[in-house]
């Protein structure tokens, strides 16, 4: 009787990182959302330079205008109809495990396929 094996790794590999891509996406997408019902909103202008984005393998999530830092880190700025400082870290924080799980579902979908 003989054995036979076929090797897959390089194959497996470029599916794990495609998932992985499209997982993080789906996690900063998600992130973002979050943080967008926290966002101090004057006119909108914060919100909308909310931005989520993969490169080199790293999901980043960020708000670009002059203010965005002050509006995140400054805990004395009062915000009306519960918009608040931190709008980024808290939703990190509290949906940090769910944003891990949403990456690792798009990994197993696309080496399931």
Not at 33 to 55: C, F, K, M, W, Y
Not at 78 to 90: I, Q
């Amino acid at each position: 009787m003989a054995l036979s094996m076929r090797w897959d790794g390089e194959q497996v590999s470029a599916a794990a990182r495609e998932g992985l891509e499209k997982g993080l996406f789906e996690a900063a997408e998600v992130l973002l959302a979050q943080a967008n019902a926290l966002v101090p909103i004057e006119e909108g202008t914060l919100q909308n330079s909310g931005t989520a984005e993969v490169r080199d393998g790293k999901a980043r999530v960020g708000f670009n205008t002059p203010y965005a830092l002050r509006q995140h880190e400054d805990l004395t700025l009062h915000h009306a109809n519960g918009r608040t400082a931190k709008y980024l870290e808290k939703p990190l924080n509290q949906f940090g495990t769910e944003l891990e799980a949403i990456a690792g579902a798009a990994i197993t979908r696309r080496l399931g396929s």
